[in-house]
């Protein structure tokens, strides 16, 4: 069935539904967690007090509801910063401010262990999403408040943790120095990992620069905590650290919320230590 929409600029339906995640005004709760993986949701809003799937349309699948009583969704955005800046886009047209990227990475630190957490407090632009938006000079970093609350979440759950600057990539292969097909390299890709250890990156990933620097243009909150699912120094790899993750993202979720509640009170535009009682 054909969806009339308002124009090739516009691709959305005339009472605002979304071309590709297929939402409309009402569908989304403020704060999105976003991962990766469509599978992914399930597991998440399995968690929620209740929920409801929203839309499923191709890499993008959506379900709201709430945890802990606070209003949540869940949206997946598949691999890398074009569907992630897609998600962003279209779930900021529905009401979407906050957005929590919830994924697994690559550490470049020999003592970070496989099933750690790793929040991103900025991103290197290796992306090439970012750049469509602004100059390279631009930076990519985190919503303090979000940081803050992923820190809380991860503490409060008694888990494995670390802070750091992180590397957004378009290529899981080459571009995280990775030989391709047939071994094929490039000299700048032997030298990337050694390069970015140097300057103290501490993670792989593909999606936090396009989050990071889209939410700085707009005035939104974004973060990105990840599952370590590689350690590139000792060449180690396992899935691990799924449902860790998950719960960290949903409960700093709960966190901002009270975060937010805490500056309304007190008549403040930014959250402090000293609000929280």
């Known amino acids: 069935m054909t969806r009339k ?3 090739a600029k516009r691709p959305e339906t005339p009472d605002r539904k979304q071309y590709h995640i297929e939402t409309e005004k009402g569908d989304i709760a403020k704060a999105v967690i976003l991962p990766g993986d469509p599978q992914r949701v399930e597991k998440i809003s399995s968690r929620w007090d209740s929920f409801r799937q929203v839309a499923s349309h191709r890499q993008y699948v959506t379900h709201t509801g709430y945890f802990k009583g606070v209003p949540i969704s869940a949206c997946s955005t598949g691999i890398g910063g074009p569907g992630a800046a897609i998600a962003m886009e279209e779930l900021a047209n529905v009401g979407a401010r906050d957005f929590i990227r919830v994924g697994s990475c690559a550490t470049l630190k020999e003592d970070i262990q496989i099933g750690d957490l790793i929040i991103s407090t900025g991103a290197v632009r290796l992306d090439g999403t970012s750049k469509q938006y602004v100059r390279p000079e631009y930076p990519a970093v985190a919503s303090y408040e979000v940081v803050m609350a992923l820190v809380e979440a991860a503490d409060s759950l008694d ?85 860790a993750v998950i719960d960290c993202g949903n409960e700093a ?15 403040k535009k930014y959250w402090m230590r000293t609000l929280h009682k």
């Open 5 to 7: 929409t308002v124009s």
């Open 159 to 243: 888990l494995d943790y670390h802070l750091g600057i992180t590397a957004s990539t378009d290529s899981f292969y080459l571009g995280q120095s990775r030989p391709g097909f047939n071994n094929y390299v490039q000299s700048w890709s032997t030298t990337l990992i050694d390069d970015l250890q140097k300057a103290n990156v501490v993670n792989f990933e593909m999606e936090a620069a396009t989050l990071f620097t889209i939410a700085g243009i707009y005035g939104f909150r974004a973060g990105t905590v990840c599952a370590v699912y590689a350690n590139r120094v000792k060449d180690e790899f396992a899935v691990k650290g799924e449902d």
């Open 253 to 267: 979720v709960r966190i901002l919320a009270e975060m937010d509640e805490e500056k309304k009170s007190n008549s």
